[in-house]
């Protein structure tokens, strides 16, 4: 165990490095969602009621670690055409510790772009009312929800072949995020509609990080339970189909 966490902390820190090798790829990447929180918070702000950018933004925080999947998922699927990963295949090192770098450093990177998120949002006038204790369970979930997600990621882009599949897998993501409570409450959805986007992760976790962050929303009594069991329930179907993939990745 002790050889895995100093193998996966290795190939984080390869992550890392990248970080500060192209710094300007990194900090657009952190920014674009605050842009898309400015976009959509005047879009609809106005239109909707002056409550909409507290009611947005913990949606918004939600959004960026679904958003994640896509980074994961192509910085894998580049490593494995570059023959990266067979690289790493080769070497006298445990294949779980692979892909639990790659995890390491994403879920770093999507607690840094969280921090932008909500910086940029305090400047602009969001605020939590429920305490700071609330507020760390709701960023807890948050990063949850990213963790799971981390492992969706790692395993599309082992499966993934070509450029053209990963822009496809992309594409895929967008109507998932939107079609979720993030920027609207499902309860205004035509009935059909507001059912499936109710039962989406992001919807869960959106509604959970508004009610203990005190912002304005109607939370459904199991958004909690469901905020925590959606990713518990991705993590144990994804982490080991990722881990046997990877080693079977040339089978």
């Not at 390869?14 to 400015?38: C, D, K, S, Y």
């Not at 990713?231 to 994804?238: I, K």
């Amino acid at each position: 165990m002790t050889a895995v966490l100093e193998e996966t902390w290795v190939l984080a820190r390869r992550e890392l490095t990248h970080w500060r090798q192209q710094p300007v790829g990194v900090i657009v990447n952190w920014l674009f969602t605050v842009m898309i929180a400015l976009m959509f918070g005047g879009l609809f702000g106005g239109a909707i009621g002056e409550d909409y950018f507290d009611y947005l933004m913990p949606g918004m925080f939600a959004l960026t670690m679904f958003f994640g999947v896509e980074a994961t998922m192509t910085a894998v699927s580049t490593d494995a055409a570059k023959g990266v990963t067979d690289r790493f295949r080769s070497l006298p090192i445990n294949s779980a510790s692979v892909v639990l770098g790659r995890c390491l450093a994403d879920l770093m990177n999507s607690a840094v772009g969280l921090a932008v998120l909500v910086g940029a949002a305090a400047a602009l006038g969001w605020r939590w009312h429920e305490g700071l204790a609330s507020a760390l369970a709701a960023f807890g979930l948050l990063l949850l929800l990213r963790f799971a997600l981390l492992w969706v990621g790692i395993f599309l882009g082992l499966v993934v072949k070509g450029p053209e599949s990963v822009t496809m897998v992309q594409i895929l993501v967008w109507p998932v995020g939107f079609l979720s409570g993030v920027f609207v409450d499902p309860e205004t959805m035509p009935a059909w509609l507001g059912t499936i986007a109710q039962w989406n992760p992001l919807s869960a976790t959106a509604a959970a990080s508004r009610d203990l962050f005190g912002n304005p929303g109607l939370v459904p009594d199991q958004a909690l339970l469901l905020a925590i069991l959606w990713p518990l329930l991705l993590t144990a179907v994804f982490l080991p189909l990722s881990v046997h993939r990877h080693r079977r990745l040339n089978s």
